[in-house]
Every structure is written in C-alpha cells, then in structure tokens.
C-alpha cells in the first residue's frame, strides 16, 4: 500500500474593485466557492481584498479564479505585496469614488433641491418640469450608471446588492416624475427629479468619504512600506574596509538587486535598507516604528541592524543577512496585512445576516409601496415610501462596522509596538481574567551571569570546574550555556571539548571531558528540578539553600557513574526595570498573575514576591507549561472557567502559548515561539502585555459600538421610512452618514496611546 501523499496548499490575495456593501462580500466568497481546488476564501470589505487558499494539486489556476470574479461584475487582480499603497485610480478626482463626481453631481443638482427651502417663505423659484428633467437625466444615468451596472450584474448572479437597492430606488422616483410630468399638468413641487437626483449625490459622498476613511485606517501600513529605501549602497566586492579607510567604491543599486553576504554602506541620516549585521562603525538607530521604541539605540560591531530603521549619527558597514521578504520589516508588513484582511468570527455572522438582507428589504419596500397605495390610494405616495425604504435599508454601515474597526486597532497597536496577528484575540482580550509569564527573558532580561561555585569536594578545583561545565555547553544557544562561556572567557579558562555531548531536553546537558579530572567520565550539568532520581536530592538542596534564598537559578554538575554531586553552578538574572510597572498594569485591569519558572520554590517566590505576582509556579518542567495553563483555564470555582493569555520567548514556551486563550510572545525571543503565539510584542518590554490587552479590548468595544449603531440604524430607519417620516431625499442622506460614522468612530483608536509611552 503506497504511502497517502501530503497535501499542499497555495494561498494567494487578490485586490477586489467595485464592492459597495457586505452582501457583495458574500457574493464574492459565494463564487469563490464555487471555484474547484478552492479550499477557503475571505473577502474583506474595508481592505477590497480576497485572501484564497487554492489546492497546489487541482487543475484550477488563479487566474481562473480571477476570470470567475470579473464575470461577477467586479475587478480582481493579484496584490502586489508590501507595495507602496497610494490613493488607487478609483479615489482621483474624476474616479469612480472621486471628488469630481460628488461636486458635479452637486452643482447639477442644487437648482433642483435648493428652491424647496425657499417655500415655507413663499418664494417659488421652482424650475419648469423641462429644466428639471434636464438636469436630474445627467446625474440619473451618468453619475448613476455604476448602480445600474453593478445592480444589473448582481441581478444576474441571483444576489442583491446595494448597488441594486439604489438602482431600484431612484429609478422609481425619477420614473414617477417622467411619467407625472408626461401624463398630466400637475403642480412642479409635485415632481420628485430632486429625490432621486440627491440620493445619487449622498450615495457618491458617503462612498467619497469611505474611500479617504479607508485610506487612514489603513494608514499604519503605508507608514510601515514607506520605510523602504528604494537604493542601497553596496561596496564593491574584494574592497578592504577597516576602521579609517576611504568608502567610496560602492554602486547605488535597487534593493530587490541586493544578496545576502553584501556589504552595504549606510551614511548618517539614511535610512538602513537590509538586516544584518554591523562590520564597521557605531551609531544610534532609531527603530522606534518597527518596535514602538522612542530612544534610539546604540549600535556597534558585531550587533544586529534592522532594515527599515534610521541611522544616526555614525558611518555603518553592514553585511546583509536578510533582504526583502525574508526582513524582519516584510514580516511586519505581511503580519499586519494578514491580521487586517482576515475576519473575526463576529463578522461571519454579519456576513450570514447581510446575505438575506437585501432580498428581505426589497420584499418590506414592496409590502409598504402596496399597503401605502392600498390606504392612502396614492401611487405616488406608495411609491417615494418604498424608495425610501429600499434607500435607507442598504447594508454598507454593516459591511464596515468590523473590518474597519479590525483595521484601525491592528494598525495603531503595529506603531507602538504589537503585532495582532489573530484577529480572534480582540474577541478574547475582553474576558481574560488570568495572564501567565514565562520567567526568563520575560520578566527577567534573559542574561543570566555565573554568580557562584559550590563544590563538593574537600579540595575543590573551581577551575577544572568551570572548564568542565562550560565545555558540555559548547555550540549551544541557551542563556545559561552562554553565561557559563562567557565566565570562562572572563577567567581566561578554556573550556575543555567534550569526547561526545548530548541536549536532555527540559534537563540539562551530557557529555564526557576529553581532558581533566574527570576525563572519559559521563558528566551531567542539570536543573534542580530534575533530580528527584537523584540519591543525594536532598544534600544537594541543603548545600543550595544559600543561592535559593538569594533568588538565584541553580544547576548541578553530576558525575552519571555515581550519581555523584560535582559542584553546586549559582547563575543570577537581573529582573527587568519596567517588569514592576507591567505586573502593576495588569492589576489595575482586574487581571491575575501567575509566574511559570523551572527555578526552585524559593528563588521563584523570592522573583515573584518581589515584582508582586499572585501565584508562583516553580520547578515548571518544560513540557509541563500547557498542562499548567490547561489547569489555570479550568479553575474557576463557580463551574465556569477562566480565561488565560500566556507571554513566553522561547521554543519551550510554543506549546503554553498555542493552548492559552491568548498567547503573546516577546520577539527578542524564537521564532517558533512567535508562530505559536497569537500577538507579537516587538519588544522585550513586559508593559506591553497590558497595553496589547487594552488596545484589543478598545478594538473590541468599537466592533460592537459600529454592530450595534448599524442594526439600530436599519431597524429603525426602515418603519420611519414605510410610514412616511422620512423622504428619499432624507433617506439617502442618513444612509450615507450611517457609512461614515462607523468609520469615523472606528478612526477613533488611531488616538490610542500605550499607558507607559
């Protein structure tokens, strides 16, 4: 039986023109479907994207797919990633939702509905029903031909839209005049050319605002993607750089020309085009739109640059590392976007609702223009009651009311520093009541130094010691490996290489010296928590008690033959300065703490005594985190359960933050722990934790605030309007409006400011 063949899958995002409302996000989607190999589809209607996961293995091609939306009526093209987003063609001054419309359509318009003011005076400067006719037509069918289009294609495609409703509405209302106005002498205030020209002209002003309320809330990313420089200066190769050499052999090429292994020359004031790592020179760079970091940092030989940030003062060399896509900046840009063209679950049932929403206002519309004309037998009357209806009814503002908000609160939190990458955390942020850190590097700045040696032997050999231990350590990555090598290096000791070595996960490390006194012999450098099968646990605890109860993190150096104790290796970790204020922050949100650490139970307590955690888990096994979060989430004594959010840096932490509610992960940490996690902190700054949960639940706050003004305004709009309170003319403004306050309460966050900033 041959082995099933693994699945692949590509995803691609088309850029979508011509969407007016949600229900043309559902017919979007709805087509999509449709598509064969097409695995998942979302349409967002505030970003006019479509995000598609297409089978690597069908026949179906994406540009299948972008034939079978235009067939739909509406424009798909492949996005260009991370390119500079500029006003599009659409939003120029004569586009489809440009100025130049809304003005013309305006000044056509405004001999006709300015005169009906002047009544209540008894002036009548009316014009004759010719003029009327006259100046209505233009903007009916030349203004308004993009409803018409729209509506007709929607028609087709057994779906209705916005697009149709207004069609329909100012059809009838400019019908009714023509025909009043072909068939009988009556009265001009009794023609209603004004009604449907002003709802044309509210129309393309409410879609003139959404398009600029649009490009602002979008505005976090163009700030981001202007970041790139568009040259980058590279030294030419076999060119020698040293300290005080002349640097002017370089070639100004375009970035996409630029590899890894360049050496690329950045002047003060520029911007740094790659990461990489700095070969000449020092400065301070100001990264403060990539991380949120107000304070430029200083920068030297041998330290990570990153592409997008601004030099300061200083001449740097810098041999790139990552170009384009692969850059910490791209990724930023890709997070955001993906965060943004994604949908909450909220809005799965907004989109449910709006699908059944226009064919059930075109049956209300044509209930109230029969029940109207069978009451008050007047046609003409049944008939502006109905446009009213179908007017007020379209589902713009409820289309917009989440992506929006998604948009502006994703885009503010990027600036300062946190990266939403899963908009389902803002409908979680507001209900939790728990929040676990990891120790080190979270609270702790992750660099720990060998404070002390304790040996066991009556003469101990604290040099062979450490050249011991910090040869098991060699080639490895953690913090503790590091502060062994670097104690060794202090001391000018060569650590010895061992004849064979291997990694105990959640343990320690194995390995056996090539030299020295316990040559050949298999030594293990351990945590304390992993002694329990250890004969001599209980001395080894007692001889540690002085570093436990100075908080600091103990190992072990074991001889595996004889389960033996070497030496007590007493490691400290300075806390971090803001770590205070963070644990602080989350308190005044109602909010528990909890601390995860594999230290023993005194240095732990002593860590979270001093920083105010309220509960304190010590000797954490690695593989034990999940289970910990799964226990804190089940803990509620009133049979509900708690919501947690973990904040974590390293791979052990990626189980902990996949099973939390909510996880975070620092970025000076791994990124496994990232992938895992469902929002980014660009810094190492635990502040932020508190900051990323009040800018999800303000996100939160307005999703609901723009969903609950949307039904409140199609809910009570449409009986106001099938009893005759408000005119088409009226009508057609509050629609309008509706679009735009949604959005503007939306623009709201962008005045958002972190608590610590």
Known sequence: MSAPKEMSSELFT?????????????????????????????????????????????????????????????????????????AKSSQSFWGRDGLGRVLLGFTLSAPLFLPMFLMPFGIDWALSPKWQLLLASPVQFLLGWRFYRSGFKALLSGVGNMDLLIAIGTSAAYGLSVYQMLTSFHAVHELYFEGSAVIICMVLLGKWLEARAKQQTSEAIRALQKLWPEHAKVIDPGITIAEGSPLDQFRDLPLEQVFPKDRVLVLPGER???????????????????????????????????????????????????????????????????????????????????????????????ITGLANWFYLDSASIAILRAVSVLVIACPCALGLATPAAIMAGTGIAARFGILIKDPQVLELAHRLNIVAFDKTGTLTIGKPRLLNIISFASSPDEHGILASAAGLQLGSEHPLAKALLDAAKQEGISPISPLESRALPGIGIRGKPSTGAWMGLDLCLQSIASLESNPHQEDIIRKAQVCFDAGQTVSVLVNESTSSPIAIIAFGDELKSNAIAAIASLHQLQIRTVMLSGDNSAAANRVGHTIGIDEVFSQVMPNNKADIIRKLQSSNQDGGRHWVAMVGDGINDAPALATADVGMAMSTGTDVAMQAAGITLMRGDPTLVADAIDISKRTWKKIQQNLFWAFIFNSTGIPLAALGYLSPMLAGSAMALSSFCVLSNALLLKRWRPSHS
Do not use: W
Request: net charge negative; charged share 20%.
């Open 272 to 366: 740094i085009p790659v990461d990489g790592l700095i070969l000449l020179g020092a400065s301070h760079i100001d990264e403060s739109l990539l991380t949120g970091e107000s304070a430029p940092v200083k920068k030297s030989i041998g330290l990570k640059v990153i592409g997008g940030s601004l030099n300061g003062e200083g001449v740097l060399v810098i041999e790139a590392q990552a170009v384009g896509v692969e850059s910490v900046l791209s990724q930023i840009i890709s997070l955001v976007e993906d965060a943004q063209t994604q949908k909450a679950p909220i809005q799965k049932l907004v989109d449910q609702v709006s699908a059944i929403f226009v064919p059930s206002v075109i049956v209300i519309a044509i």
């Open 14 to 86: 088309l850029d979508i023109g011509g969407m007016t409302c949600a229900s043309c996000v559902g017919r979007v989607e709805k087509v999509l479907y449709k598509i064969p190999g097409v695995e998942a589809a979302s349409v967002n209607l505030a970003t006019e994207q479509a995000r598609i996961r297409l089978n690597a293995s069908s026949i179906t091609k994406i540009d299948e797919v972008i034939a079978a939306v235009k067939k739909t009526g509406y424009e798909a093209r492949i996005s260009n990633p991370h390119s500079i987003t500029e």
